[in-house]
């Protein structure tokens, strides 16, 4: 089968197209033939060598954590009956999810309904778990003023959804003209460019007065503290990331003189969660095959573009979910 491998921690030159021997499932595993293999932000975080150990992987090893596919071989105690069946997984640190075939525990999947196609499905069970984690924390009510950053982005162009759905007033804001467009397109009421100066400004005349009640912010740093600078009195700052590289700045004066409340979704709260992280990710899978919530598939690309798939990524070009095809 053909596969990416890498040899090195570094940039995306160090993602190869190989043809490596076909895997075959060991005891409580399957065998999935890949029709989309989902690419993240922390793909290119464990590729450069600069994520937590208990995510790196040993090298050499196959990318990727998200798959959606076809059984087409099942291990040692696995149903026969999956054989055939159209799934989903996350495969963990295991990765692997970057070739033609890949193993998955199958404990792991998720049979698919025919509503959901594979790319749809690969932003799910991922991105779309995680969207669902801070949805559970932050709980966006008809009566909310939200703010979305990275609002173009696989968790934002979600998150703009489902609170515009909960009834709430949402401004989405994301950088760049193009990026700003999409956001508008999912309902904001209002879309924001931070790329351009004076950008929080522009949120406030957006809103005419009106104060932010809840912000999610997965971009930290500068554009984070913007964030929490627009928070009203008694506002919620729920964190999900720091794609900026550094995390919002917070002050006990923020907590006790402006009565804000502070979260973070992920990291030990996610997973450490009651019940798991299965719930989350039957739920996100659920909500997009009824059609509550559309993950935005923004670039697609063949498996030997892994390398500029990361590109993409690291240059913050895209927009939505980036997927690899076999």
């Known amino acids: 089968m053909r596969a990416i491998r890498q040899y090195a921690f570094g940039g995306p030159e160090e993602l190869r197209l190989e043809e490596v021997p076909d895997p075959h499932p060991g005891g409580g595993q399957v065998r999935v ?55 989903v997984a996350d495969l963990g640190p295991a990765g692997g999810g970057y070739a033609e075939l890949a193993l998955a525990r199958a404990e792991s999947l998720h049979v698919l309904p025919e509503a959901l196609d594979a790319d749809r499905a690969v932003a799910m069970v991922g991105t779309g778990r995680t969207t669902m984690a801070i949805l559970e924390l932050a709980a966006p009510a008809a009566d ?67 104060p932010i009640t809840l912000a999610l912010d997965g971009v930290g740093g500068v554009i984070g503290r913007a964030v929490v600078e627009l928070l009203g ?47 989350l990710e039957s739920r996100a899978l659920a909500a997009a095959a009824e059609g509550r919530l559309t993950p935005v598939i923004g670039q697609r690309f063949d498996l030997a573009e892994a390398a500029a798939a990361h590109e993409s990524i690291e240059s913050r070009a895209t927009v939505g979910k980036t997927v690899l095809r076999p």
């Open 144 to 210: 909310d003023v939200v703010i979305v950053t990275a609002a173009a982005g696989g968790i934002g162009t979600l998150l703009v959804q489902a609170a515009r759905t909960a009834g709430a007033t949402v401004v989405g804001v994301a950088g760049g003209p193009r990026k700003a467009a999409l956001v508008r397109e999912l309902g904001a009421a209002e879309a924001v460019d931070y790329s351009r100066p004076g950008w929080p400004d522009a949120v406030r005349a957006a809103l005419g007065g009106r």
């Open 33 to 87: 033939r890949v029709e989309s293999a989902g690419v993240h932000l922390l793909d290119t975080v464990i590729r450069r060598g600069e994520a937590a150990p208990r995510a790196m992987p040993e090298l050499p090893a196959t990318p990727g954590r998200e798959v959606a596919g076809v059984v087409d071989e099942v291990g040692d105690g696995v149903d026969e009956r999956l054989l055939g069946r159209r799934v």
């Open 233 to 279: 009195v008694g506002g919620r700052l729920v964190m999900y990331g720091t794609s900026s590289g550094t995390p919002t700045e917070l002050s006990a004066g923020d907590l006790y003189e402006r009565g804000i409340t502070a979260s973070a979704a992920v990291g030990a709260r996610i997973m450490r969660r009651p019940g798991g992280l299965r719930p």
